[in-house]
């Protein structure tokens, strides 16, 4: 089956450093890939969706230049924390879908700002 | 834009049947089913690409009134295992449903 694999698992980092998170379709070319937010005991927020070689389109009320989200190539996507503030806390997974197909997820990174 | 779940909460003894509703205000075009356990990424259960289309894999099936807006998931005798959050999801930008969290006891 697809394999979607981001890294890290989980990060502890101080308040204001930047933190990069990868994701990586493993054996199949990802047209879309999806960085999704999850809080404790609520739903996968989607944050933003991008697509190979174009910029991503960002969801209402999620700073563009907070979250960076580069989508390098068919295989690669990745999500940068800029700034980061304890309120950035989070459960962030990526999930990347080729054409209509089912979305495949990452493992998720447990992000955690001190 | 994010489609409605109900119940929130449903908790059932080992055996007994649940349907799990999702509701987008929204026209529908395919609805996709996930189970989420807790820290874990959410699996994939199912897809619904036609209105008027039911669908289903061992005691879990699914069905979709296209016309509606709706989807509705059905699980029969269920297990232990089956607890966790369910999630519809839906749309070229996939948003997910407001979320189902389903506890089996024995």
């Known amino acids: 089956g697809a394999v979607v694999s981001q890294h890290p698992s989980w990060v502890i980092c101080k308040s204001g450093t930047s933190v990069k998170i990868e994701c990586r379709s493993l054996?199949?070319?990802?047209?879309?890939m999806f960085w999704y937010r999850q809080f404790p005991k609520q739903s996968l927020m989607l944050m933003a969706t991008?697509?190979?070689?174009?910029?991503?389109?960002?969801e209402q009320g999620v700073e563009k230049d907070k979250f960076l989200i580069n989508h390098a190539s068919l295989t690669l996507s990745t999500l940068t924390v800029t700034s980061a503030h304890p309120e950035d806390s989070s459960f962030y997974i990526c999930s990347a879908r080729r054409g209509g197909s089912p979305l495949h997820f990452g493992n998720g990174t447990r992000l955690t700002v001190t | 834009q994010q489609p409605v779940q109900s119940p929130q909460a449903v908790i059932l003894r080992e055996g007994e049947d649940a349907v799990i509703n999702c509701s987008s205000s929204k026209a529908l075009y395919s609805v996709h089913w996930y189970r989420q356990k807790h820290g874990e990424a959410p699996v994939f259960l199912m897809i619904l690409l036609k209105g008027g289309e039911q669908k289903g894999h061992d005691k879990i099936s699914a069905s979709f009134n296209e016309k509606k807006q709706q989807s509705s998931l059905y699980l029969t005798a269920s297990q232990l295992s089956y607890s966790g959050t369910y999630f519809c999801g839906t749309g070229n930008q996939f948003y997910f449903g407001t979320g189902t969290s389903l506890t089996v006891i024995p």
């Open positions: 054996d199949f070319q990802a047209t879309t």
């Open positions: 991008s697509n190979e070689g174009s910029k991503a389109t960002y």
